[in-house]
T-cell receptor, first 112, second 114 residues
């Protein structure tokens, strides 16, 4: 069965510190991996995706994610957190042509 | 471009009532999707469409119907609302159904069934 796990419901980080939001997946084959962000009362916004190639993917707003095939992980990272980064972050995996499987989300709070 | 728009933003229904959630995209995307997001959960796919006149079931289609008469519009209908359908509903679209395509989401419709 396909699944995506975000093991932390909540991540708190001080402004200016590096942040990591974790994601692991379990799918058959070679999936495509995505990160989305959701601000209050807004739809999901695309941040970045991994298709193939370099394991380190750079995306919007200074975010990046590292694909690790052996650990089946796709952690989201940012070198220096901003208060405006506070939001709900979703990891998603697309093992086939149709469905996009989402994790349950991680709420990131950046403390001034 | 407005992107993906959804109406209404909020709605309260009584058990057994029906309603249609509207979704429109102006990006000329062939593929459109309806998801629901329950509190503390990820999104689940309800229905999707690969083009005008073609729709298919997703992971949780029961209690819903869709139609796709034009490329732009993909309405979602609830015929007999139930409390279990209380959720936030997101519409999305993408250029293609290929694995690598990014989906663009609307702002969501928050539905409460009492």
């Amino acid at each position: 069965a396909q699944s995506v796990a975000q093991p932390e419901d909540q991540v708190n980080v001080a402004e200016g510190n590096p942040l990591t939001v974790k994601c692991t997946y379990s799918v058959s084959g070679n999936p495509y991996l995505f990160w989305y962000v959701q601000y209050p009362n807004r739809g999901l916004q695309f941040l970045l995706k991994y298709i193939t190639g370099d394991n380190l993917v750079k995306g919007s707003y200074g975010f990046e994610a590292e694909f690790n095939k052996s650990q089946t992980s796709f952690h989201l990272k940012k070198p220096s957190a901003l208060v405006s980064d506070s939001a709900l972050y979703f990891c998603a995996v697309k093992p086939g042509a149709n469905n996009l499987f989402f994790g349950t989300g991680t709420r990131l709070t950046v403390i001034p | 471009n407005a992107g993906v728009t959804q109406t209404p933003k909020f709605r309260i229904l009584k058990i057994g009532q029906s309603m249609t959630l509207q979704c429109t995209q102006d990006m000329n995307h062939n593929y459109m999707y309806w998801y629901r997001q329950d509190p503390g959960m990820g999104l689940k796919l309800i229905y999707y469409s690969v083009g005008a006149g073609i729709t298919d079931k997703g992971e949780v289609p029961n209690g819903y119907n869709v139609s796709r008469s034009t490329t732009e519009d993909f309405p979602l209908r609830l015929e007999l609302a139930a409390p279990s359908q209380t959720s936030v509903y997101f519409c999305a679209s993408s250029v293609g159904l290929a694995d690598r395509d990014t989906q663009y989401f609307g702002p969501g419709t928050r539905l409460t069934v009492l």
